[in-house]
Structures are given as C-alpha cells and as structure tokens.
C-alpha cells in the first residue's frame, strides 16, 4: 500500500473500538423506538458487561466511551432542551468512567478509553480518579481528552459560558503537564516496598512535591495514588481546530477523527503528522487515526440496504437536529423545510453540505430534513451500507486516501450493529490481512495492545509524557521534574 505522496507504506492491521456512550442511541438518535434496539439499557451494568466481553471475543482493541456534561439546546433555541429530551438524543447520559471497573472485572484483554473534559475539573482530582480505574483494569484505560463544546455544561459548572476556545487550549496544555508530574514525576517506580520486617509501606525518600505553580493551576502534590501498571492511561484525543492540532501533535496517541469521507479528513491527518515530526519530534507514525464509521452490513446489498431504510424510519428528525445544533452551534430551525442549504449565508452550514454533498451525491437537494435524516444513521462520521466486501472495501479506501489506522465503529441499533460487524465484517478484514487474529500482548495494558509491543506500558520514549518518568534506583536530586 503507497501514500499520496508516493512514500511506501507496509498493509495496516487496523485498530478497532466500539464507539458508545452512556445514553440511548448515542449518534443515532431515536433509534431506540428501533424494536432490535437496547441501547436503552444503559442504566443496566449486566448490559455493559455483556458488550464487552462480546466484543473482547472478538478482539476488539477498546470500547471508546464519548460524553458531555451538557444538553444539546440550540435547536429551536435559545436553550431549548425539549427536542433532545423528547427524542433522547444523548439526554439522558451517565457518567461513563464509573462503569469500566465492572467491564474490566468481567474481561482481561479489551482496552476503555473514557471522555472526560479538562474545563471542568481539578487535574489533582482527575488524576487520582484515572489512576484508581488504571489500577482496578490491570492497565486498561484510556484518556480521551477534550475542552468541552457545550454552553449548556458551562453554566452548570460555575461559567456563564464557555471560556473561548484556544483559552480552553490553553488550560488543557497546562492541566495535562500537571497530570504528567503527579503520574510519572511524583513517584519513583519502585517507591510501594511492602517490607514487612521493617514496617515500611512506602519508602518516603521515592515520593515528592510536585511544587507546580502555573497560570491556572497550582499543586503542590504529591499524587495521592501509587503508581498505576501504565501510570499515564493511553492519551486519546479529538480535534481539528488549529489550536486542536497542535496538542493532538504533542500529546496523543490516538486521535479520533470524524468525516463523511476520506478527503475530508486527510489534510488534517497529514498536518498533525507533519507537525509531530518537525515541532515535537514524536515518530508520526507513532500517532494512530481513528475514523468514526458506522457500517450498516447484509449478507446481500438488499438486505443492507432494507436495514437501513428500517432504521432511518426509526431515526428522530428533531434529535438529529438538536445533535447537529449542539455539535455546531448552529440552529436549522431558522430555515424552511424545503429551503436549500447550500444558498444560506452561514459559511459553517455551507461548507458542512458541500462536504456531505461530496461524499453522497445521489441527494439531490440539501434542505434541514435530509441533514437530519442523514444524522440519525451514524451523526456526523461515514455511514457505509452493504455486504461485508463492500464494507471492507470502504474502509480499505479510508486508510488509503485518508491514511486513518483504524476505525470506531458506531452503532445503529445495539448491540445487534457490533454483532453484525463481528459476525460478517471482521471475517471478511482478517481474510485481508486487516485485523488481528487475537491480542498481542494477553492480559496486557491498554496501550501494549494498541502498539502490539509487550512491555510498552508506559508512553513512548518520544512522547512528552516520558520525560516525567520516575525511573527505579535513580535519586531525586538526579530526577528533575520538567516543568
């Protein structure tokens, strides 16, 4: 397989999580009225722990947990939460992270990678909840790090809105340096001794201060929990902006992208690239893309092609538009029914429909329904219908044109969406050479299995988060903390 720029690169075996969320429906509102559908058991723990240990035998790498901290209130606004609560598009929605210990108790391979923002909490607080989940998976969790879209979460979190976005930036480089130091730099690897001849639990000398005093931060320290089996969770992060793309360079490895298809997303994937390279001297490579994709498979094209008109029936025309005015701020209610998107002066909206226009030309004309009926059957990632070769073929083009390496897999209905994936698509990916046929690392961390390298528990040497490490046997004085 080549680049686009001609450079030869070797076949990807891909990476592949669940994408979900704590709510029904997640990026497919309504589909709740779907009679297949249980995404409305989410209150349910048994109905998580059956998801992941259907997934894990399937050797899925993670199960990737988006989430807010506000309602979608822009439709038919101003904060108007009534379409989003009458469709239960993403309303109502548990906290996530609380879940995973019962996932983990129930599995030993598969990774979770949990959203939690950075607007609106203590990094001190933050860290000792990531390192306690670290340690009840044995080492699989990952942090998907986000600034918070949502005006609706800043005014219940002490904002009257949200700070402005390259502000939240700025305190997420700030706050993930703090997480560094109470992680890597605040406990040498060998501190817990457990002597019990001499009483010692922890050896006082291997913990300290952090001292950190910043524009928006001070923590003296120390981290409050021993070193966990990654110490960092595996940085997971999403985001386009300018400001987006530089942290993503320096900081993640993984990165979640979303787009209607290929063209949409490659230049920013080749940025970041780019930028990892030349500014922060990471491997580029070492930075893994992830496409939002939500494949609706039959055995024939027909049967494809049924389920999906099933579930558009099944969609919510309001929920679509209460997520699309949540994700862009954008309230279509203002526009006719049958007024022609690609004509209103909103550059935001134009730019989005051409895009959609782009990656599916059979509709003829672009008004707020067929935006809407578009969201209900995968938001606002590529919706792919047909067999398991045509699927295969859609994704074997993303990693082509798009050099993604992986995909989160959204659902229509759930769980019956991943059982069709499992059952039809991931056959047909291994007799490709796509997909692994089990762990490379068994009972391993979340980030051994995502680079397939026994041993790799911590963040590569190139990454920043490396450079905090506490390593065994050195002193203090010969440890300085970066700052």
């Given at each position: 397989m080549a680049s686009t720029n001609g450079e030869a690169r070797p076949r990807k075996s891909l990476i592949i999580n669940a994408f979900v969320m704590m709510c029904s429906g997640h990026q497919s509102p309504g589909l709740w009225q779907h009679p297949d559908d249980e995404s409305w058991r989410f209150n349910d723990v048994e109905h998580w722990v059956e998801l992941a240990k259907t997934l894990e035998a399937a050797k899925f790498h993670g199960i990737f947990i988006a989430d807010v901290l506000g309602g979608y209130d822009v439709y038919k606004g101003p904060r108007n939460l009534e379409p989003a609560i009458v469709s239960g598009a993403q309303w109502?929605?548990?906290?996530?992270?609380?879940?995973?210990?019962?996932?983990?108790?129930?599995?030993?391979?598969?990774?979770?990678?949990?959203?939690?923002?950075?607007?609106?909490?203590?990094?001190?607080?933050?860290?000792?909840?990531?390192?306690?989940?670290?340690?009840?998976?044995?080492?699989?969790?990952?942090?998907?790090?986000?600034?918070?879209?949502?005006?609706?979460?800043?005014?219940?979190?002490g904002h009257g809105q949200q700070p402005q976005h390259d502000d939240r930036y700025a305190i997420a480089e700030e706050y993930v340096k703090v997480t560094y130091k109470l992680w890597e730099s605040s406990w040498r690897d060998d501190a817990v001794v457990l002597d019990r001849e001499r009483g010692v639990y922890t050896e006082p000398s291997r913990v300290r201060e952090i001292n950190h005093v910043g524009k928006y931060y001070t923590v003296p320290g120390p981290h409050i929990c021993q070193p966990s089996p990654q110490r960092t969770p595996l940085i997971l992060q999403a985001g386009t902006s300018k400001a987006g793309k530089a942290f993503a360079a320096q900081h993640a490895e993984a990165i979640f992208v979303a787009g209607h298809s290929p063209a949409t997303v490659a230049g920013n994937i080749a940025e970041i690239r780019e930028l990892a390279k030349s500014k922060f001297g990471r491997d580029p490579r070492s930075l893994k893309f992830l496409a939002l994709f939500c494949p609706v498979l039959g055995r024939t094209e027909e049967e494809a092609l049924e389920k999906f008109a099933q579930y558009r029936k099944a969609g919510s025309i309001d929920g679509a538009l209460a997520l699309f005015g949540g994700?862009?701020?954008?309230?279509?209610?203002?526009?006719?029914?049958?007024?022609?998107?690609?004509?209103?002066?909103?550059?935001?909206?134009?730019?989005?429909?051409?895009?959609?226009?782009?990656?599916?030309p059979g509709v003829a004309k672009w008004t707020k329904t067929t935006v809407a009926q578009h969201i209900t059957v995968g938001g606002?990632?590529?919706?792919?219908?047909?067999?398991?070769?045509?699927i295969a073929d859609e994704l074997e083009r993303w990693v082509a044109e798009a050099d993604v390496d992986g995909f989160n897999f959204a659902y229509a209905i759930k769980p019956g969406s991943f059982h069709d994936i499992i059952e039809l698509l991931l056959p047909e990916l291994r007799k490709r050479g796509l997909f692994w046929d089990d762990y490379a690392v068994k009972k391993g961390?979340?980030?051994?299995?995502?680079?397939?390298?026994?041993?790799?528990?911590?963040?590569?040497?190139?990454?920043?988060?490396?450079?905090y490490r506490w390593k065994a046997g050195v002193d203090a004085k010969d440890h300085k903390i970066p700052e």
């Open positions: 109502p929605v548990n906290e996530p992270l609380a879940v995973v210990p019962a996932m983990a108790a129930a599995t030993e391979n598969i990774g979770f990678g949990v959203t939690v923002a950075t607007t609106y909490e203590q990094p001190y607080h933050l860290a000792r909840r990531l390192s306690t989940v670290d340690h009840l998976t044995k080492g699989r969790l990952g942090w998907n790090i986000v600034t918070g879209y949502l005006d609706s979460a800043a005014r219940n979190l994700w862009t701020g954008i309230d279509l209610s203002k526009y006719g029914d049958d007024e022609e998107l690609r004509h209103v002066e909103s550059n935001a909206i134009r730019s989005a429909v051409e895009g959609w226009s782009r990656a599916s606002l990632g590529a919706t792919a219908v047909g067999t398991p070769e045509q961390t979340y980030r051994e299995n995502f680079y397939g390298k026994k041993g790799q528990t911590g963040p590569p040497e190139d990454h920043p988060a490396a450079k």
